[in-house]
DNA sequence: GTACTTGCAAACAGTTTGCATAGGC
DNA sequence: GCCTATGCAAACTGTTTGCAAGTAC
């Protein structure tokens, strides 16, 4: 996701309609490294809609995932974040704190075809404990 | 996974029992390279074991994930899927099918640490459609 | 006005848990 | 015999669905 306005008009152009509660999901996601879930969004965005159901979140981030302004991460194992950050980019989760970072690498395998088989996405999740529990770790100590 | 005898002497030396239930579900795992889900695995042992329980084959994959015998894949989005092969290696998936293939490359990256975390483990997921169902698509047209 | 969208609640799937009984060591 | 593992069912979590009422266009 560029920025919110470019999402609208794709999302008009594709016929889907512009409701205040979807303009407050996208505005929550736009710029949004934090990698939310479904209900990290909904309490986020309840906020400002106090009204706002599930559905309508879920609806939403399905939407968005189908005009691609929005990847899927199932790197935390339970439940599905979301990144508005489409470029290709990694991600660490940190087994201590479950947060979920973006990583940038150059040596990112840009491959479209791989064993026959053809390539639309690729995903690289790395695992392990975070810079900031290392830290706190080594205090307790 | 090297093989079910290693696996169990492994198990014996940590304190866990062998119980002819565990040992179904580890036969049904060595050499497994269909990435079973849970409820994979407890379809096929209860050919074999029709009293076994759910809880049986989940108890049973959580020590062999905490011994390191499998690893857990959560390329599918929905349901977590099991690998006894824990040699470091890639994965596919087809949106097509749904079916989960290994990925052996040569560039994989042997990283340690990345931005100040410590790394354990990386997952590598490519997605996309599978040989069999870009055939299967050209036939159609 | 017409369709798509919303909110609600119920349904659903995968996984986990509590507890009495069974069984490995 | 002790202590862990089993089986069952119920609980729990994240997500999806059905439907009447609401609303963008």
Tied chains: 1, 2.
Excluded: W
């Amino acid at each position: 996701m560029e920025n919110v306005k470019d999402c609208l008009s794709k999302l008009k152009a594709k016929g889907f309609k512009l409701t205040p509660q979807r303009l407050a999901v996208i505005e929550h996601l736009e710029g949004n490294s934090s990698h939310p879930s479904a209900s990290d969004l909904f309490e986020e965005v309840k906020k400002k809609y106090p009204m706002i159901s599930f559905a309508t979140v879920y609806n939403t981030l399905r939407i968005l995932g189908e005009v691609q302004e929005i990847k899927q991460l199932t790197i935390g194992s339970d439940k599905v974040n979301f990144d508005p950050n489409t470029e290709q980019h990694d991600h660490f989760f940190c087994r201590e704190c479950g947060k979920i970072m973006d990583v940038f690498r150059k040596d990112n395998p840009e491959v479209k075809e791989i064993n026959g088989h053809c390539v639309h996405e690729c995903q690289i999740y790395f695992y392990g404990i975070c810079s900031e529990c290392l830290k706190a770790s080594q205090k307790e100590e």
